[in-house]
């Protein structure tokens, strides 16, 4: 198994920093979004194209994200 077609970019979710890793691996696109500050994985995804895996990731990012409390400080 090799690696094919990794890409790394950071992109804003609802306000939040998420950095969105995709890659092809085995005929099939992995796609994983995380937040950047804390580094803490929010969803891991596949699909036939790299635009579907990213949107399924993006779709369950945002979805955690919007159940996110910010307390005032």
């Known amino acids: 198994m090799k690696v ?3 890409q790394e970019r950071k992109v804003e ?3 939040w920093p998420v950095n969105l890793t ?7 696109y992995h796609c994983k979004a ?3 500050s804390p580094g803490a ?5 596949t699909g036939a194209t790299r ?3 990213e949107k ?8 955690m994200l919007r ?3 910010v307390n005032q400080v």
């Not at 399924?56 to 979805?63: D, G, I, Q, T, Y």
């Open 22 to 28: 995709s890659y092809l691996l085995d005929g099939v």
């Open 51 to 53: 635009e579907e895996a």
């Open 56 to 63: 399924k990731a993006l779709e369950r990012a945002a979805h």
């Open 13 to 15: 979710v609802g306000g």
């Open 34 to 36: 995380d937040n950047v």
């Open 4 to 6: 094919e077609e990794y």
């Open 41 to 45: 994985a929010l969803a891991r995804t």
């Open 67 to 69: 159940r996110t409390r």
